[in-house]
């Protein structure tokens, strides 16, 4: 069995590059690039292993889906995504942007 992760940002490239490089890994990777699709992406992946979310969303508040997507799923590990560095006042671990492999491989481990 896969371990399946989704990830939601609205950068399409990155989440391609972020894509190969963890299929490389031996990952499932599920895709979103809206708060819309979020949960459309979380019901295609079993069981899910980790989700990464962006803060910054066109079409919504990344760190309130996050802390929706913790709530309903309290097992799954969720890791917020930006390239702000302005202190954040939420408890889940935070993947600086711009991130290496090693990075992003540690945080999904």
Same mark, same amino acid.
């Given at each position: 069995?896969? #371990?399946c992760?989704?990830?939601?940002?609205d950068?399409?490239v990155?989440?391609?590059v972020?894509?190969?490089?963890l299929?490389? !890994?031996? /990952?499932?990777?599920?895709?979103?690039?809206?708060?819309?699709?979020?949960?459309?992406?979380?019901?295609?992946c !079993?069981?899910i !292993?980790h989700?990464?979310?962006d803060?910054?969303?066109?079409d919504?508040d990344?760190l309130?889906l996050?802390?929706?997507? #913790?709530?309903k /799923?309290?097992?799954?590990?969720?890791t917020l995504?930006?390239?702000n560095?302005?202190?954040l006042?939420c408890?889940?671990?935070?993947?600086?942007?711009? /991130?290496?492999?090693e990075?992003? /491989?540690?945080a999904?481990?």
């Amino acid at each position: 069995m896969s #371990h399946c992760i989704v990830i939601i940002d609205d950068e399409e490239v990155l989440t391609r590059v972020m894509t190969r490089v963890l299929v490389r !890994h031996g /990952y499932e990777v599920k895709v979103s690039n809206s708060c819309a699709e979020a949960w459309r992406a979380l019901s295609e992946c !079993h069981p899910i !292993h980790h989700v990464l979310v962006d803060i910054t969303l066109r079409d919504g508040d990344g760190l309130a889906l996050a802390q929706a997507i #913790h709530v309903k /799923y309290p097992d799954v590990p969720v890791t917020l995504m930006t390239g702000n560095v302005a202190p954040l006042s939420c408890q889940l671990p935070l993947l600086l942007k711009p /991130y290496s492999t090693e990075d992003l /491989y540690a945080a999904v481990a």
